[in-house]
């Protein structure tokens, strides 16, 4: 942009407003449009899709790039900017340019940023809007806050897990619309880009300097941990500078509905698809969250994702909603009547939110009461002794303020249309300050009639009207043939083509009168608006609380729902290691696949057979089976009966995933090193509590040493972890090596060999297979003829030992071991190896990508080493 000296006054103007708001885009109010000047201009134009045009040159003939939207769509834009991540400062015309004197005086009354937004039409569909805010010390240590204003929703604790990584798991389940960042440097590096990676679309920021922590509203108190840690002090001062009316409102939830939660990583509620899909080109696809969604209320929907993606860990709090859930299972004239309901409840959250940031609708405030009505209704139905106990405990929290309710049901009419201003709000006799200008108005309005039909008779012209243009104001037309007729008193306004118009003094005297009577009544009833609106602005905590009592029953009423009508179990959950699942069923893909579902069934326990290595060619369910084991515990951990004959869950307190490649090249790791990583922070962290999940470990490299890393892993897992373990692997050698360890089982995919190609029987059976069926798969998937014929070929010469490896010429045969996956070393690897002491000994996170890859390679060279059986490298 051009240098200040040659600025017109208006570009002036709007530097001057830019500098006050560093980071934000300024939407400038010119004429009917908001205006961006500049580089915000291009980038207004790419993201929004407009047209970029250029301002008349300037003294030195420099043309500023110009960018607008009109005003009255200004929401819509304002939307899209916000959730592609951007801070919006609007900038309006504080003065009327027609009095204006010179340059119209400007200023900003509204900022909007996507973790602080609470209109509907930016917000778009009921999920939660957190903005979070997390701290990363020198230490390593982690924690976090958030808040989601427009449910008052307020959470904060120590991170998950360290590093990174640890606060990025510790916001998964929230989805961020905003981050804000306090760390050093050196932690700001390795931080961002994490963050950066898990939450694509967010806006991240650094974090204002900290508030005093006595500053914190008292109904967020102190935290579980009775500190108030200092990314809590950096949100709210945050919020103090975006959105103050909202702080008072706010009030701290527990993630873990008062006990432990199950910890998911980032990572695992990702590969378990539990409110986002895997795969990014696939936006639409199923999820837990979709599968499981019958609420009825907006909610319902936020309290359902909240409720699958922080399940709990405490084994009779998971037994209260089960009972609660069991209660309306065994209920189902209450089920249906809840349900029915709520349909069409109110987002009355939000609503306060809008009431509390004085952004609401008058007709918004009718739905408030509708919706509150409603949940006083049902509080009411809950408090009686029939009610079955474990819901009545919802009943307090329900039941709106009674002084708030009498308010809304004294105060507003019946219906109002959605355009409908402050002055159509409040019924008559509710507010004598509004109804006596409101009267004198109508009065005028009657007078002007009575002046008609009065000139009408005294001039005998039928056909005079009074009518009214924004130009002229009231005016008598009279049409020409009765011209003649018109009295002296009418003065002449205006000749049009049929018609004349007159006025005359009454008629001045009562337009000035309906005039003002109607800027008085208008005044008085936006006086009344704002004062309404204070008085249920001290209400906006507890109508978020009925807001989550009704978002929790929704889910509970959902839970039974599903239940009743897919026929699911109410798993025993207990504080043991046990996992027994019976005839289950993989939550989503049960859905998708109907009576095509094979169910199978799960036996781990920690105590004995904590570990199943699975195996089974391509295709036939492996990964089905492990993500099934996953779901289904964390849905009996979130309340929820399961797709299953019958479950046994002995509670998880750590669930943990490494799934297929996740290549991540912009990161600068292969997808080999990824799984490694990924590894490492689960044999890391994962303990007697918690899940383990491994889908095709030690795939990224050569054959030996994936398999020799692969076994060392499954070692650890089962004499140092001690998790509950599924374990899916295309070394069929590992079935061996497993056969000696006294907590392992081995389990495969059934299939059947039939002439025609195999079969997928989709059945899990005891014990290892022999054959990867590999060019079977292949040859469903289409490969030409020929390429299938040749490496059959190739195939069973390998097996019968013809080649010292593939591709080696029959000439070069040498003894020793073939590349085939029968061979194996007799003496498997143990921790006590030195190389796999070494592998496990040193923790990966303090080394580079480098030193890793270096260290793997070393690893590798051992272990595949000097020429020999690979066993006694060892
Ligand atoms: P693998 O991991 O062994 O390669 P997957 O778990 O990806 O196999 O399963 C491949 C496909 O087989 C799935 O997409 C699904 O269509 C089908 N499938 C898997 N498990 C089952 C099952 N239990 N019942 C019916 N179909 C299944
Ligand atoms: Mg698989």
């Not at 004239?333 to 709520?342: A, I, K, P, Q, V």
């Not at 040498?814 to 070494?838: K, N």
């Amino acid at each position: 942009m051009a240098g200040a000296a040659s600025l017109t006054p208006l570009l002036e103007q709007y530097e001057r407003v830019k500098s006050r708001y560093p980071g934000h885009l300024v939407l400038f109010r010119v004429g009917d449009f908001y205006e961006t000047f500049g580089e915000d201009a291009r980038l207004v134009a790419r993201e929004l899709d407009v047209v970029l045009t250029a301002r008349a040159p300037d003294s030195r003939g420099d043309r500023t790039p110009m960018a607008g939207v009109p005003h009255h769509a200004v929401d819509t834009y304002l939307g899209r900017l916000v959730r592609k991540g951007y801070k919006v400062a609007l900038c309006d015309q504080v003065e009327d340019p027609k009095l204006a004197k010179g340059l119209v005086r400007r200023e900003v009354t509204r900022v909007v940023t996507p973790g602080t937004v609470l209109e509907e039409s930016i917000l778009g569909g009921p999920e939660s809007s957190f903005l979070a805010s997390v701290v990363l010390s020198p230490d390593g240590r982690g924690a976090y806050a958030a808040v989601d204003v427009t449910t008052g929703e307020w959470l904060s604790g120590p991170a998950d897990a360290p590093g990174p990584e640890g606060l990025a798991s510790s916001l998964a389940a929230l989805r961020p619309r905003e981050i804000l960042y306090g760390a050093r440097p050196e932690e700001k590096e390795k931080l961002v880009p994490v963050l950066r990676a898990e939450f694509p679309r967010a806006r991240l920021e650094a974090a204002p300097p900290p508030v005093e922590a006595r500053e914190l509203p008292a109904t967020i108190g102190v935290a579980p941990d009775g500190a108030v840690g200092e990314p809590e002090a950096r949100l709210l001062a945050y919020l103090r500078a975006t959105q103050p009316r909202l702080l008072p409102h706010v009030e701290r939830v527990d993630r873990g509905g008062g006990g432990r939660r199950l910890f998911l990583d980032a990572k695992t509620l990702r590969h378990l698809e539990v409110h986002r899909p895997m795969n990014p080109d696939d936006p639409a696809g199923p999820t837990l969250l979709d599968s499981w969604d019958e609420t009825v209320t907006a909610a319902g929907r936020r309290t359902l994702s909240f409720w699958l993606t922080n399940p709990l860990a405490d084994a009779g709090r998971i037994r209260a909603r089960q009972e609660a859930v069991q209660a309306l299972v065994d209920r189902p004239e209450l089920l249906e009547r809840l349900r029915t309901g709520f349909r069409g409840f109110p987002d009355v959250s939000r609503i306060a939110s809008r009431v509390a940031g004085r952004r609401a609708r008058p007709d918004e405030l009718v739905a408030l009461r509708r919706g509150l009505a409603l949940a006083a209704t049902v509080a009411q139905q809950l408090e009686t002794p029939e009610a079955p106990p474990p819901l009545r405990s919802y009943a307090g929290d329900l039941a709106p303020s009674p002084a708030l309710l009498d308010l809304l049901l004294r105060t507003l009419p019946d219906e109002i249309g959605r355009g409908a201003g402050p002055a159509e709000l409040f019924r008559p006799g509710h507010a004598p300050e509004v109804d006596a200008p409101r009267e004198e108005h109508a009065r005028a309005l009657e007078e002007l009639a009575a002046l008609e039909r009065r000139e009408q008779a005294s001039t005998g012209i039928k056909g005079l009207k009074i009518g009214y243009n924004q130009v002229f104001g009231y005016y008598f037309e009279v049409t020409r043939p009765h011209l003649a007729r018109v009295p002296p008193h009418f003065r002449r306004r205006q000749t049009v083509a049929t018609a004349e118009r007159f006025v005359s003094d009454e008629l001045d005297r009562l337009a000035e009168r309906i005039a003002t009577t109607s800027e008085a009544a208008e005044r008085a009833a936006e006086a009344r608006w704002e004062s309404f609106l204070g008085e249920v602005d001290r209400e906006v905590a507890r109508i978020h609380r009925v807001s989550r009592a009704v978002g929790a029953l929704d889910v509970l009423a959902d839970f039974a729902h599903l239940a009743v009508a897919r026929g699911y179990v109410r798993p025993t959950v207990e504080s043991s290691s046990v996992l027994m699942i019976r005839e289950g069923r993989h939550p989503v893909l049960d859905r998708q696949l109907a009576e095509r579902f094979v169910a199978n069934d799960v036996d781990l326990d920690a105590q004995q057979h904590r570990l199943l290595v699975l195996t089974g060619p391509n295709m036939s369910g492996k990964s089905t089976y492990m993500r099934g084991v996953g779901l289904l515990v964390l849905l009996a951990q979130a309340g929820s009966f399961v797709p299953a004959r019958y479950a046994r869950v002995g509670v998880v307190d750590r669930l943990f995933t490494r799934m297929g490649f996740t290549d991540e090249i912009g990161r600068g790791k292969s997808s080999f090193m990824v799984e490694m990583l990924e590894v490492a922070e689960i044999l890391r962290s994962a303990d007697a509590g918690s899940l383990v999940l491994l889908d095709e470990v030690g795939r990224g490299t050569s054959t030996f040493d994936g398999l020799a890393l692969a076994w060392a892993i499954l070692r650890y897992l089962h004499d140092v972890t001690r998790s509950r373990t599924v374990l899916a692997t295309h070394y069929h050698q590992l079935t061996q090596l497993s056969a000696g360890l006294s907590g392992a089982r081995n389990a495969h995919l059934a299939v059947q060999d039939r002439p025609g190609g195999i079969v997928f029987l989709h059945r899990l059976v005891p014990g290892a297979t022999e054959k990867s069926y590999g060019v079977h798969v292949a040859r469903l998937a289409g490969l030409p003829a020929e390429v299938l014929r040749a490496a059959e070929g190739l195939l069973s010469e390998l097996e019968a030992g013809e080649f010292g490896s593939p591709g080696q010429r029959p000439a070069s045969r040498r003894a020793g071991p073939r590349y085939t996956q029968a061979v194996l070393w007799d003496a498997a690897p143990t921790a006590s190896d030195p190389a796999v002491a070494e592998l496990l000994g040193r923790p990966t996170e303090a080394e580079t990508a480098e030193e890793l890859r270096a260290r793997l390679s070393e690893l590798k060279r051992r272990l595949s080493g000097p020429p020999g059986p690979p066993g006694s490298t060892a």
